[in-house]
């Protein structure tokens, strides 16, 4: 596992990372203007809602999947992978917290150990963790502008539903829907933080997407669509940019509900779930520049 991120999947899926662009703190439920109006972000008691029923539906699936079961979204992986990795992103953040540094040495040897056991033990200290600090506490985070518990809060809410869908898709289940709320979150912090953040302090993750597309004066652009909210994402390399609303100039628009927009970003979705207008093969590139940060 990479120090920096400390959490997220290893191939193919996510790393721990998030806070709304700007730091716009979402406590008191900020605005972020959308394509069709403006949507509401959450505040950290629905994150942890939601992490609290995303974790129980991972460990129902990864139970009735069995630990041998293969991880169709996560190749490579059997289901004692998945849960020993969430593990793992569940202690590696609570003993960021405590120690508001990174914990040296990691990961710890949890050889021999049963992985649901683990698993449950892990999220009773995570959740202890939070519930006995104030989300802006302070605590150590790879996004240097936001080093508070609320980033903890909000990222390992989106680590556990998109691992969740991975429990379910072994488990041979159809994956419960992501509340609406949750995906448009999920879609933000994915390119805001994932892809533009990742962008400028992490290129090196960027170099491995060689068929580069967008030019260097910024002037390609796509267009991103979840519901009511868009963001326009602009590939100058060797940097993204992510910025709020839709752009009429866009050589791409790709439109999905939030759940599945949410999935697709990730790697969890089909292209058939997703609808481009304009050049299909930007939608390509975009799934490409965000598998090589995540």
């Known amino acids: 596992m990479r120090t920096r991120a400390g959490g997220g999947a290893s191939p ?8 709304w662009a700007d730091d ?8 972020m203007s959308g394509l069709r109006g403006s949507y509401v972000s959450m ?6 809602k939601c992490l609290a029923a995303d974790y129980d539906l991972l460990r129902e699936a990864a139970a009735a999947a069995g630990p041998g079961a293969a991880v ?3 190749p490579g992986w059997i289901v ?3 849960v020993g990795h969430v593990a793992e992103v569940y202690l590696h953040k609570t003993a960021a917290m405590r120690l508001n540094d990174w914990p040296s040495p990691w990961p710890p040897d949890l050889s021999g150990e049963e992985p649901l056991a683990v698993l449950g033990g892990a999220y ?4 202890a963790e939070f519930a006995g600090r104030q989300p802006g506490s302070p605590a150590r985070t790879w996004h240097e502008p936001d ?4 980033f903890w809060i909000r990222r390992m809410a989106q680590e556990t539903v998109i691992h969740r869908i991975d429990a379910q898709l072994a488990a041979g289940v159809p994956p419960a829907p992501v509340p609406e709320d949750l995906a448009v979150d999920g879609v933000d912090e994915v390119l805001r933080l994932f892809l533009a953040y990742g962008s400028q302090v992490w290129p090196e993750e960027f170099a491995q997407v060689e068929d580069h597309l967008a030019t260097a004066d910024g002037k390609d652009r796509i267009t991103v669509i979840a519901g009511q909210a868009a963001w326009t994402v602009r590939p100058s390399p060797p940097q993204v940019i992510v910025d709020g609303g839709a752009d009429d100039g866009a050589v791409a628009v790709i439109d999905a509900a939030p759940d599945a927009m949410l999935r697709w970003l990730w790697g969890r979705a089909a292209d058939g779930e997703i609808v481009v207008t304009g050049d299909a093969s930007w939608a390509g590139y975009l799934r490409r520049l965000l598998a090589a940060v995540t």
């Open 43 to 48: 505040e950290n008691s629905r994150f942890l």
């Open 147 to 150: 080093q508070t518990v609320s």
């Open 24 to 31: 716009a703190r979402a406590e008191n439920g900020q605005k």
């Open 124 to 127: 009773a200290g995570l959740t």
């Open 80 to 82: 004692t992978d998945l």
């Open 72 to 74: 169709p979204s996560c």
């Open 12 to 19: 193919p899926g996510p790393v721990g990372r998030g806070t």
